[in-house]
């Protein structure tokens, strides 16, 4: 089956600095890979699509130069989070979408927990 | 309005006892709504996919049931464990269209 990995799964950070999270399909082509943030038992937000190619889609409220976005290739998305402060600390989770059976599908990976000092 | 809500928000039941969790959608054109798993500090993981012509899919101790008809689905888990303690999300995704729509989830905690 479809398997989306993601690294770091933890990373802790002074305030100010960049952090970069990576995304991959590994046994599948993903040209659209989504990326959510969770908050201690609250559920998944979704911040924007990542498009293979192109821009990445930001929900409203989410500062798209604050999280860069790259998707430069089918298998790959990286997710920035730049001059990183403490309320940034959170849990961020990414998931590829893939096809099986011609129905849209959603493969989420482990997630990775932001803690900025 | 194209939304997914499920029910209950929270559920606690003891070890070994049956229970079921609903999610109703509105969602249109509809393609197919899978039910997932997500531990405390992990990412979900697939239980179950459901496409417009299935009513039942089992995965071991889970059933999914479907009524497209009357946009309901039902996840029941059998025989729980401690293990099962999680949160269940069910997703439902819209027909050629790269749009996926969650439910807030129901917080499963079986206690011994």
């Known amino acids: 089956g479809a398997v989306v990995s993601q690294h770091p799964s933890w990373v802790i950070c002074k305030s100010g600095t960049s952090v970069k999270i990576e995304c991959r399909s590994l046994d599948f082509q993903a040209t659209t890979m989504f990326w959510y943030r969770q908050f201690p038992k609250q559920s998944l937000m979704l911040m924007a699509t990542s498009n293979e190619g192109s821009k990445a889609t930001y929900e409203q409220g989410v500062e798209k130069d604050k999280f860069l976005i790259n998707h430069a290739s089918l298998t790959l998305s990286t997710l920035t989070v730049t001059s990183a402060h403490p309320e940034d600390s959170s849990f961020y989770i990414c998931?590829?979408?893939?096809?099986?059976?011609?129905?849209?599908?959603?493969?989420f990976g482990a997630g990775s927990r932001l803690t900025v000092l | 309005k194209n939304q997914v809500e499920q029910s209950p928000q929270s559920l606690i039941i003891l070890e070994g006892k049956n229970c079921t969790l609903q999610?109703?959608?509105?969602?249109?054109?509809?393609?197919?709504l899978r039910w997932y798993k997500q531990d405390t500090g992990r990412g979900p993981v697939s239980l179950t996919i459901?496409?417009?012509?299935?009513n039942t899919k089992s995965n071991g101790r889970y059933t999914a049931t479907l009524d497209a008809d009357t946009k309901q689905s039902s996840l029941h888990i059998t025989a729980s464990q401690l293990s099962d303690s999680a949160s269940y999300i069910c997703v439902v995704s819209l027909y050629n269209f790269n749009k996926f729509y969650f439910g807030s989830g129901t917080k499963l905690n079986v206690k011994p």
């Open positions: 459901m496409t417009f012509s299935e």
């Open positions: 999610c109703n959608y509105t969602v249109s054109p509809f393609s197919n």
């Open positions: 998931s590829a979408r893939s096809q099986g059976s011609g129905a849209n599908v959603l493969t």
